[in-house]
C-alpha cells in the first residue's frame, strides 16, 4: 500500500466521523513489519465503536480477527507481544455460552486481490474507563489471524497464527 492511499484513508476516517469523535487507531503490519494498511475505531453516539479496516497485500481467505490485550505489535516474535484476546471475563466467540468476549470479531473475508475496506461494529468496548478498554495502562491492538475464527474454540477460535498487527492509539 502507498503512503497516499494510507494518508487518504486516514482524511477519510476524519471526514466520516464527527469532530467530536474519540478515535484510536494505528498502521497494519505484516509479519515482516512492512505496512498495509491501516486499522480505526471511533466513538459513536450509541456507545458503540465503529471500526474500519483498509489494507491490501494480505492472504486471500477467511481471516480470524480480534482485539489483543496489549498495545505492542512486534513482528519479530509473530506479534505475540500483543497478548491474548480482550476478553474481560467472558469465553471466546458467540457459539460459546460463556462468550463472546469484547475482543471477538467477525471474520474477514480478503478477496483474490488481497484487499480489504470494510466497517463494522465493535460493541462492549469502551475507549477509555471501567471495564474492557482500548486505552488501558497497556493499550490494545488489532490482529488479523491466517485462518478463519470457528466461534467456539478456546482460547481463540482456532484461527491459527498471526498475520497482521495493529498497535491501537490516539490518532
Known amino acids: 500500500m ?3 492511499r494510507i494518508a ?3 482524511v ?3 471526514l466520516s ?3 467530536s469523535a474519540a478515535s484510536v487507531g494505528g498502521a497494519l503490519l505484516g509479519a515482516d513489519g512492512a505496512t498495509l494498511g491501516n486499522v480505526a475505531l471511533a466513538e459513536t453516539a450509541s456507545g458503540v465503536l465503529l471500526m474500519r479496516i483498509e489494507a ?3 492472504p486471500a481467505g477467511i481471516h480470524g480477527a480480534h482485539i489483543h490485550q496489549t498495545g505492542k505489535c512486534e513482528a519479530a516474535d509473530g506479534f505475540k ?4 484476546h480482550l476478553a474481560g471475563d467472558h469465553q471466546h466467540g458467540v457459539m ?4 463472546p468476549h469484547p475482543g471477538d470479531l467477525p471474520n474477514l473475508h480478503v478477496g483474490a486481490d488481497g484487499a480489504i475496506d470494510i466497517e463494522l461494529f465493535v460493541p462492549g468496548v469502551a475507549m477509555a474507563g471501567d471495564g474492557p478498554s482500548l486505552l488501558d495502562a497497556d493499550g490494545s491492538a488489532f490482529v488479523l489471524h491466517a485462518g478463519a475464527d470457528d466461534y467456539s474454540s478456546q482460547p481463540s477460535g482456532d484461527s491459527g497464527g498471526r498475520i497482521a498487527c495493529a498497535v491501537l492509539g490516539k490518532q
Open 2 to 4: 502507498t503512503g497516499s
Open 8 to 10: 487518504a484513508f486516514a
Open 12 to 14: 477519510l476516517m476524519t
Open 17 to 19: 466521523l464527527p469532530a
Open 56 to 58: 491490501s497485500g494480505l
Open 81 to 84: 507481544s500483543a497478548g491474548g
Open 96 to 99: 460459546d455460552a460463556g462468550g
